[in-house]
């Protein structure tokens, strides 16, 4: 049995998971950053404790731990180098664990883990992909024969911060024109409210009237045949093309996952991304398109890809 943990900014969330990479227990703490690093990790260990404790033959049986963190992380080291959104520089994640509990441990990226749990998960089991999570930003992860591929060096498989649009929108990284900066949920929300200047009529200027613009409420007034939402939604749709497209043409994986709230509304992706990869992807037919799917694994990927990290 394998421990693998989700580490999050709101809730630390881990699982027991066995052989067949399906989690048998979960549970889930507070994770306080405000607590500052040592706080946040004596949470996470009480969290393992915990999940030990319902662990057939307890601590003997356990295999190791994987922990999947926001953050640039030293996979090598299991230190997390550097994560803004806790404040964190240069914890040593894997050694607080392997003191405690005196087993392996392997820390990755939060966005890794996921992609990895995602093909771990995935019934057609392909050797190859990669997860693009739409959310605040755009996460990543590349899977290559089977393994996690979180680039030979620290900072590596950050994929939603290549430029689709030379001198475009400012990116949080700053630089300008990532993939980040026009395929996030965040980057959808910027061009609608934008959008709703532009079309006073429409259902995108009510809903911004009533700062209620998020990723829902633009693919419902899709759905309506708002003219504003569907300008707004197909240009979305052709940024991210643009770099799925090059995630195409770089690693050309068996297939794409897509995760994010975005994602609820795969139904009005899904055609469009896969034509637009078909029509753009370099060689066109003569050469494997990888097929875009829904990431499935929710909430429970990550977990499952944390653990994955020990195979």
């Known amino acids: 049995m394998r421990i693998g943990i989700d580490l999050g900014g709101t809730f630390i969330k881990g699982g027991i998971v066995n052989d067949a990479n399906e989690i048998v227990v979960k549970k889930a703490v507070p994770t306080e950053v405000k607590k500052g690093p040592a706080g946040v990790i004596e949470n996470m260990l009480g969290l393992v404790g915990a999940l030990l404790d319902e662990m057939q033959g307890g601590a003997a ?170 300008t707004v939604f197909d240009a979305y749709l052709d940024a991210l093309g643009e770099g799925i497209v090059n995630v195409i043409n770089i690693f050309r994986p068996d297939v794409i996952y897509l995760g994010g709230g975005v994602c609820e509304s795969f139904d009005l992706m899904e055609d469009k991304l896969n034509a637009f990869a078909e029509k753009y992807a370099f060689g066109g037919d003569k050469a494997l398109v990888a097929r875009i799917k829904k990431a499935s694994g929710g909430n429970d990927a990550g977990i499952i890809g944390a653990a994955g990290l020990l195979l």
């Open 61 to 230: 049986s356990l295999q190791g731990i994987g922990i999947g963190s926001p953050g640039t992380v030293d996979d090598h080291t299991g230190r997390v180098l550097y994560s803004n959104n806790f404040n964190w520089e240069n914890v040593d994640l894997a050694g607080a664990f392997t003191q405690r509990f005196g087993c392996a441990v392997k820390v990755s990226n939060d966005a890794n883990c996921a992609a990895l749990g995602e093909m771990l998960s995935d019934k057609e089991k392909s050797g190859s992909a990669v997860l693009l999570t739409l959310g605040t930003g755009v996460g990543s992860g590349i899977i290559s024969g089977g393994k996690l591929y979180p680039g030979d060096n620290p900072g590596g498989a950050e994929l939603g911060h290549m430029v689709i649009r030379s001198g475009g929108r400012l990116c949080s990284c700053g630089r300008r024109g990532c993939l980040e900066s026009y395929a996030s949920a965040t980057a959808l929300i910027e061009s609608a409210r934008e959008a709703a200047a532009l079309y006073p009529d429409s259902e995108l200027a009510i809903l911004a009237d009533k700062n209620d613009l998020n990723g829902k409420t633009i693919t419902d007034a899709v759905r309506k045949g708002d003219s504003g939402a569907i």
